[in-house]
């Protein structure tokens, strides 16, 4: 399989850009202890207060009372044999609530499949959280060489096909925030990062998807659809993506793109969004 990134290249970016000072109605606090239940990703299961404080960007003794009230409110677990934190059953009751109001799923996934099964890849539908895409729903093929990412993966909104199909589908504002958030991440690759969105909105335009050829990974093509979901659901995208080595830009491009779009205009019609 296809290594995925670590899961530290691909976190949540510190919740701490907008501030009380800067807005009465913004709790830093709870921005805080949300910001370290998304540290922990499929990839990486448990994590220590170093560990959350590097990636929040937070003082390790801010790090320790908030994960000390996450355990006390079953957010977190403490193991003692690793000295690190799990998440607890109170977060999955929160995802399964969430999961539970995407009915979407239910009607994309023999879609997906059939998809999955013609291009011998993955095809996942995803959803933004901050700068990240989180997958919700995938379908493999039985290939052996697909992505290892799983439901609750995180892959970078600016560089994926995934994420760029979002990007080309929200309000001109809400795209223009989200790039200026990236740009703040790292301004040195920002105008290959800037680039590459901008080659993905044109893209859209003229197609109707979205491609991204080894611009997260080397080794990873994928390309993408925005789908809108309706039912007071956000913004959400379809990709197909796999090993570069077994998945060609030409038979993407030629082959998986047409359905891929067929895939999404079938799965608006069946929700009621299409004539």
Sequence with gaps: MVKQKKAAEVAPPPAEKLTAKEDR??????????????????????????????????????????????????????????????????TLALGSAMLARLDVRDLARPLMQELAD???????????????????GNARSSAALTLSLDIGSRIPIATTAMGRAYLAMVPEREREDIMERVRELDEVAWPAIRGGIERSLQEYRETGAVSSFG???????????????????????????????????????????????????QLETSLGLRG
Aim: overall charge positive; charged content about 20%.
């Design 25 to 90: 109605h913004f709790v830093t606090a709870l921005a805080r202890g949300l910001s370290v239940l998304s540290c922990f990703s499929s990839g990486e299961k448990m994590l220590g207060n170093l560990d959350i404080a590097k990636r929040c960007k937070l003082p390790k003794s801010t790090v320790s009372r908030l994960t000390y009230t996450l355990t006390k409110l079953g957010y977190l677990v403490y193991v003692e044999e690793t000295g690190k934190y799990r998440l607890g059953t109170s």
């Design 118 to 136: 013609f291009s011998k890849a993955m095809v996942s539908l995803g959803s933004r959280d901050r700068l990240s895409m989180i997958y919700v």
């Design 215 to 265: 611009e997260w990974q080397s080794d990873v093509n994928a390309i993408a659809v925005p789908l809108r979901p309706g039912g007071g659901l956000p913004p959400m995208a379809i990709n197909c993506g796999g090993p570069a080595f077994t998945l060609s830009k030409e038979f993407l491009l030629g082959e998986v793109r047409p359905r891929l779009i067929v895939l999404v205009k």
